[in-house]
Nanobody, 131 residues
Framework: QVQLEESGGGLAQTGGSLRLSCAASAASRFTLSFANMGWFRQAPGKEREFVAAITGNGGSTYYGDSAKGRFTISRDNARDNAKNTVYLQMNSLKSEDTAVYYC?????????????????WGQGTQVTVSS
């Protein structure tokens, strides 16, 4: 079992920045440090969409079209697998970035960019961008 705790959402102005954090902790049966972690978002009336993801060792990152060039994903892996944290630095925010942002964890080998392969979800954090 994996527990995810998100923080960092809130209100920002157009062109501003926010940094989201997701602290993940897991029971020893699930090797968190090898898992893929990422972010999705869901705006009112829209499907949940992929934003960004990072592999277990941080060696590879992936971005959805809406995030490319503006958002950066990174992670810190605890040595004892007790806690891993993934970050999403969001710059040059636009009003269309307004959504609930969800932290996601997928096992090794799963496609973290596909929401049906995500095994664990955070509770979501609201991001609102206004002009």
């Amino acid at each position: 079992q994996v527990q995810l705790e998100e923080s960092g959402g809130g209100l920002a102005q157009t062109g501003g920045s926010l940094r989201l954090s997701c602290a993940a902790s897991a029971a020893s049966r699930f090797t968190l440090s090898f898992a893929n972690m990422g972010w999705f978002r869901q705006a009112p009336g829209k499907e949940r969409e992929f934003v960004a993801a990072i592999t277990g060792n941080g060696g590879s990152t992936y971005y959805g079209d809406s995030a490319k060039g503006r958002f950066t994903i990174s992670r810190d892996n605890a040595r004892d697998n007790a806690k891993n944290t993934v970050y999403l630095q969001m710059n040059s925010l636009k009003s269309e970035d307004t959504a609930v942002y969800y932290c996601a964890v997928a096992p090794v080998g799963a496609n973290i960019r596909a929401k049906n392969e995500v095994r664990y979800w955070g509770q979501g954090t609201q991001v609102t961008v206004s002009s």
